[in-house]
């Protein structure tokens, strides 16, 4: 996985002047943009569309620096706009861009790579569990892929959720845990703008198909899921996991992800102190272990 991280790493910066759609990523890494924009996050700390306007920023930099105008500057790292542009600049560098050329104003944002560090006496619980095929019924909505922005649309949809869907929901779920499941997915390829997005669920796990009109249904396909559980303060403890699993575990691991939901579901008993949790993640055996 961590050769075609940096191969994304090699075409993104040989394509900054060019829009990168969510099946150029999907091709080179092998897995779902969904799920690779999710690992990217944990491993780089930023979303990969602001890594990628960070990157564009920072090479028009140095063209502005080399004389360049700053419309052409503008048009050629995919902003629709010279205001457009100047707005971006200067929320990243503290700047106008036409500010470089007088001022011989540098800053730089360097090109990523990626290396594995595992970090040791860090031990990660979890087991391997065929599920087959399932759906998940619940309330839809389309979250921006910006940490403090997930945060809030995912609380809005979960106040949203009325006593009527809620009864409907435990009406259909009739496997396990029997309790709401948050689901991160994408029903198609997005392409890397600024307005980034991902599809997003709360719903319960069910063999039934969906009656009511009130909610919405995703069909999960039979799969491989590695199930990591937490017990602690929430939700740190399944954010620090997460990280773990991204970072750490899945590299060194014996599976890679497959193009499928990745789903949490938290136990909260009045208190977030000590909350049980459980992430679940589609994989599959890696094509170099397996037999035959």
């Known amino acids: 996985m961590l050769k ?3 191969n994304l790493m090699d075409y993104i910066e040989t394509h900054l002047t ?14 779902s943009d ?5 690992m990217f996050s944990y491993m780089a700390g930023m979303s990969l569309s602001e890594y990628i306007k960070n990157r564009r920023l920072s090479v028009a930099n140095d063209e502005l620096i080399r004389g360049a ?13 010279l205001e457009g542009f100047s707005r971006a600049f200067r929320e990243w560098s503290g700047f106008l861009p036409s500010d470089v050329a007088h001022n011989n104003i540098q800053k ?3 090109k990523l790579s990626f290396h594995l560090e595992i970090k040791g006496g860090i031990s990660v619980e979890f087991k391997i569990e ?7 019924v619940g309330v839809f909505t389309r979250v921006p892929r910006q940490p403090e922005d997930v945060k809030k649309a995912v609380t809005e949809l979960a106040k949203s959720i009325t006593e009527q869907q809620r009864n409907e929901m ?12 948050q689901v991160g997915f994408h029903f198609d390829e997005d392409n890397l703008e600024e307005k980034d997005y991902f599809s997003y669920m709360m719903g319960f796990a069910t063999t039934k198909e969906n009656t009511f009109n009130d909610l919405k249904q995703i069909s999960v396909e039979e799969s491989l899921w590695a199930i990591f559980p937490n017990q602690g303060s929430f939700p740190a403890t399944v954010q ?21 939901p990745g789903i949490t579901f938290v136990k909260k008993n009045g208190t977030l102190e000590n909350v049980y949790s459980e992430i679940w993640v589609p994989v599959k055996e890696k094509a170099s272990n397996k037999v035959g």
């Open 4 to 6: 075609e991280f940096n």
């Open 18 to 31: 060019e829009e990168i759609s969510g099946k150029d990523i999907s091709k080179i890494v092998g897995v």
């Open 34 to 38: 969904y799920h690779f924009k999710r």
């Open 69 to 81: 105008k700053v419309t052409d500057v503008a048009y050629k790292y995919c902003y629709q706009s």
């Open 108 to 110: 730089s944002f360097p």
């Open 130 to 136: 065929k599920k087959e095929k399932f759906n998940i």
């Open 170 to 181: 435990s009406q259909l779920g009739d496997l396990y845990p029997q309790q709401i499941l």
């Open 240 to 260: 620090e996991t997460s990280a773990k699993i991204f970072t750490e575990w899945l590299p060194s691991s014996d599976y890679e992800l497959v193009e499928l």
